[in-house]
């Protein structure tokens, strides 16, 4: 089962990462951004990392029993607004679409997290720099909606 959840959140990557790999060299570019915009080369390393706490995470929250049903289904419902956002983003051009749909992945990962972290708190650590992750990944996209 480890497996299969990091496997699902590397779905989803592959699902954004189609969506991404045109444009982030062309439009992207283009876009003003703020000074604290991180180099393009850091994300690839970045999503790996947290794809593979994230599965872990979820893998260690299933392994408490059946109480966490909620948990892991809202694993696999969180996927949809994750890969979603790259489509958004960078496939169909539309930051602002985007940035709503970061809010309500926001908002799945912070109950994700309390959630994990009263099943099995190693969980909820391991979870936490997703959230943290795109907690700056939703300042990053505000400001390039705002700059543009």
């Given at each position: ?5 990091i ?118 650590v ?13 300042a ?9």
């Amino acid at each position: 089962m480890l497996v299969a959840f990091i496997g699902a959140a590397f779905v989803a990557g592959a699902i954004g990462s189609a969506a991404t790999f045109e444009n982030v060299r062309s439009w992207y570019p283009t876009l003003t951004k703020p000074t604290w915009n991180p180099p393009n080369w850091i994300f690839g390393p970045v999503w790996t990392t947290l794809y593979v706490l994230m599965g872990t995470a979820v893998w260690r929250v299933w392994r408490t029993g059946p109480a966490a049903r909620p948990l892991v289904i809202g694993y696999f419902v969180h996927l949809l607004p994750n890969a979603l956002w790259s489509i958004l983003f960078f496939g169909l051009k539309q930051p602002a679409w985007a940035l709503a749909d970061i809010l309500l992945l926001w908002v799945l990962l912070v109950w994700l997290l309390v959630g994990f972290w009263r099943a099995d708190r190693l969980a909820g650590v391991l979870w936490l720099p997703y959230v943290l992750w795109v907690t700056f990944a939703t300042a990053l996209n505000s400001a390039i909606v705002r700059l543009n």
